[in-house]
């Protein structure tokens, strides 16, 4: 019973790298395109200048639009002010004290049975 249990290490001596010689690159072949390959491509370039020019195009007519909208509303806004000015104008003349002053300069007698109001809006 005096017998241990323990075994002894040896030790193995470690495996020798297997020299493996290194994979020589493929030598360069060239892969001619095929027909179908070189009309593809071809299709492929003329369809990518077509949107091209079709993208130009599009993009000149909303620049041309986008000025003529602008161009339209400065006269909008300026046929607007003409308007509001034209309106003042029309509050300023029916102004019943100028109408009093106009009508005694000129020898004439209000009557306010016979004015009419009209309003426009």
């Given amino acids: 019973m005096l017998e241990s249990t323990a075994r002894p290490l040896v030790q193995q001596p470690a495996p020798k790298p297997v020299h493996k010689p290194a994979n020589e690159p ?11 390959e ?11 200048t077509v949107v091209c020019v079709v993208c130009l195009f599009m993009q ?5 639009t986008q ?4 161009d339209l509303q400065a006269r909008i ?3 607007s002010q003409a308007t509001a000015n034209l309106k003042q104008e029309i ?4 102004n019943s004290e100028r109408l009093d ?9 209000v009557i306010n049975g016979n004015i009419k109001r009209v309003d426009n809006q």
């Fill in 26 to 36: 493929a030598p360069h072949t060239h892969i001619a395109f095929s027909g179908f």
């Fill in 38 to 48: 070189k009309t593809l491509m071809f299709a492929c370039g003329i369809l990518a």
């Fill in 60 to 64: 000149n007519r909303l620049s041309n």
């Fill in 67 to 70: 000025r003529q909208y602008e």
């Fill in 77 to 79: 806004m300026k046929q």
């Fill in 91 to 94: 509050g300023e003349l029916s």
């Fill in 101 to 109: 002053a106009f009508a005694k300069a000129h020898g004439f007698k």
